[in-house]
């Protein structure tokens, strides 16, 4: 079965700090993979995906993630953090026509 | 552009009441419809979805309910409202090519 860890339930890091939201996905083929965003009380929003090609991609928000496959893992990472950053941070894998979300990462930033 | 609409925001219900929550989406055709709960402090549980009018596929069995009557209409519907049915009700819609879900701004319950 399909299944999205994401260890770290909860990270603080210094505005200005790099931050890396840590992702590990369980699935029989190259999936496609997301991360998105929800700010308190609010919808999600769509930070990056990847389906194929260049391991690395690049994201909204100057956000980006780079899939391994030998670690199956989709870590999301951003080298300067901003406080607007604060949020929860959902890592997500497609299974043809169901999304398999991760429990999430909540982020906090500290001036 | 797509986009896609839930109602109420917000909705304060007492234990066995009736619930209809209603999501709908605007500017695409023959979307694939979820809706989705998400407790206080937890991940995103998929309760059900559609992939056309008149087909709801469950995830998980309680006393909730999903209709589609049309097309980009999808309702999440409650006979009797448990304490447990507390939580953000979060729709969700995505293309045929499922390369991406639009996710609803969410109605916040709360069952007292």
């Known amino acids: 079965a399909q299944s999205v860890t994401q260890p770290d339930i909860h990270i603080t890091v210094s505005e200005g700090a790099s931050l890396e939201l840590r992702c590990n996905y369980s699935y029989g083929a190259t999936p496609y993979l997301f991360w998105y965003v929800q700010s308190p009380g609010q919808g999600l929003q769509l930070l990056l995906k990847?389906?194929?090609?260049?391991?690395l991609v690049q994201g909204i928000k100057g956000f980006e993630a780079e899939f391994k496959r030998s670690q199956s893992s989709f870590n999301l990472r951003k080298p300067s953090v901003h406080w607007s950053d604060a949020a929860e941070y959902f890592c997500a894998v497609n299974n043809g026509n169901q999304f398999y979300f991760g429990t999430g990462t909540s982020l906090t930033v500290i001036p | 552009s797509q986009t896609i609409h839930q109602w109420p925001a917000t909705l304060v219900q007492p234990v066995g009441s009736p619930l209809s929550l209603e999501c709908t989406v605007e500017g695409t055709s023959n979307p694939n419809l979820y809706w989705y709960r998400q407790a206080a402090g937890r991940g995103l549980q998929l309760l059900f979805y559609?992939?056309?009018?008149?087909?709801i596929s469950s995830e998980v069995p309680q006393n909730l309910s999903a209709s589609r009557p049309q097309d980009r209409q999808f309702i999440l519907s409650s006979k009797k409202l448990l304490l447990s049915d507390s939580g953000f009700y979060l729709c969700?819609?995505?293309?045929?090519?499922?390369?991406?879900?639009?996710f609803g701004p969410g109605t916040r319950l709360t069952v007292l």
């Open positions: 559609s992939v056309g009018i008149g087909q």
């Open positions: 990847y389906f194929s090609g260049d391991t």
């Open positions: 969700a819609w995505a293309g045929t090519d499922y390369n991406e879900q639009f």
